[in-house]
């Protein structure tokens, strides 16, 4: 082969590297030919599907021969119903990570710039650099955001600003008084994107809510997903809430059938179970003090989070931890990706794969 295809692409692609997922369960078991293995590496709803879900899903599969609703209608209409926004202010996304795509896809180009937090999500720098934008990265503050230096970075390039509240990997969440400081400052040509993919977990009211600030700044964009409180990963479906000519924009280079019928009856469903919801926050708020009470007990610090998941850090590399916990059928998270080199990212499981997670931690911490 004569032809470099990488050299072909275009600059920005020519440098990334493929997103790494958490690893699957099943490749852990060809690769140490063990079984019984937990996963707590992607924030996943440890609970199961909704009953509401299943129930949608059986009912969605004889139409397996038809195309999806490409619009979304039904459950654009449910979510503009709970959340007291128009339809044609919603986007719908093969989760919200298509969505944070197309707002990049849509608005960043070459010579532009996208601002985003040190140790924010890994989407972020990805599609920024594949449209050939620059990344402007500001230093976190206490592993979190910190709005004002994102606020004194804007310049006459900026185009984005990426936000996630809470934070991932981090778990850390800013309050209404922060955000209002900020938002304040922020020109209206330039977007904010406030990822809340985890918002549904947040019990504090201090805690802001995007949505309450759509009609004030049309320059603001809200993504959420129903993959993580809402249980279904698996189906992969997001979106985002916007000013409606925004919204126009991002339909233009959404894919015809992002979304697909499995997933919109699913998400519609799902929306309207309050119990099952409930019962994601309750078991995520005992697992993460379950986890917390462990770290302590262990001599470990941790972050506080706000997320269903919850970043842990040692004195040596979190990769060797990482590994030496595989070995115990434990799957957890290294974050070394986001220049946290001694840290691990444990997601929150059932109480009973969470004791497992802090016995294997210790076995592994004893061996060290």
């Not at 979304?72 to 944070?100: C, H, P, W, Y």
């Not at 804007?154 to 981090?170: C, E, G, S």
């Not at 979190?318 to 080199?341: D, F």
Request: hydrophobic share 40%; aromatic share 8%; with cysteine.
């Amino acid at each position: 082969m004569t032809c470099d295809y990488i050299a072909l692409a275009t600059t920005g692609v020519q440098g990334l590297t493929p997103y790494v997922p958490g690893k699957p369960i099943d490749e852990l078991e060809r690769e140490l030919g063990i079984s019984n293995i937990i996963k707590l590496a992607s924030n996943e709803n440890p609970l199961g599907p909704s009953p509401k879900v299943l129930q949608a899903l059986d009912q969605v599969k004889a139409d397996l021969t038809r195309y999806p609703d490409g619009n979304g209608f039904r459950l654009k209409q449910a979510l503009a119903a709970k959340l007291g926004v128009k339809a044609d202010t919603i986007t719908l996304g093969n989760g919200s990570n298509d969505v944070l795509d197309l707002i990049a896809r849509a608005y960043l180009s070459a010579g532009d710039e996208a601002i985003f937090s040190q140790y924010a999500f890994a989407v972020y720098p990805i599609s920024t650099q594949a449209c050939g934008a620059t990344a402007v990265v500001t230093p976190a503050k206490d592993w979190g955001h910190d709005l004002a230096a994102m606020a004194s970075a804007i310049t006459d390039k900026t185009k984005l600003i990426f936000i996630a509240n809470p934070n991932n990997p981090t778990g850390t969440s800013f309050g209404r008084q922060e955000w209002e400081r900020f938002i304040s400052k922020v020109p209206e040509h330039v977007l904010v994107v406030l990822d809340e993919a985890y918002i549904e977990y947040v019990e504090n009211d201090a805690v802001l809510n995007g949505v309450d600030y759509l009609n004030q700044y049309p320059n603001l964009i809200v993504t959420r997903t129903f993959s993580k409180a809402y249980g279904l990963a698996a189906l992969r479906v997001g979106y985002g809430l916007s000013h409606p000519q925004v919204a126009n924009v991002l339909n233009r280079v959404r894919q015809p059938f992002n979304v697909d019928s499995f997933a919109l009856a699913a998400a519609t469903a799902v929306l309207d179970d309050e119990s099952y919801l409930q019962r994601s926050r309750d078991l995520n708020r005992q697992g993460l003090q379950q986890f917390e009470e462990g770290f302590r007990s262990l001599g470990l610090e941790y972050i506080p989070s706000a997320g269903n998941f919850i970043t842990v850090h040692f004195e040596q590399q979190g990769t060797a931890v990482y590994q030496k916990l595989l070995l115990e059928g434990v799957i957890t998270r290294p974050v070394a990706n986001y220049g946290m080199a001694n840290s691990l990212r444990i997601s929150v499981g059932l109480p009973e794969e969470n004791r497992r997670c802090l016995d294997a931690l210790a076995k592994v911490l004893a061996q060290c």
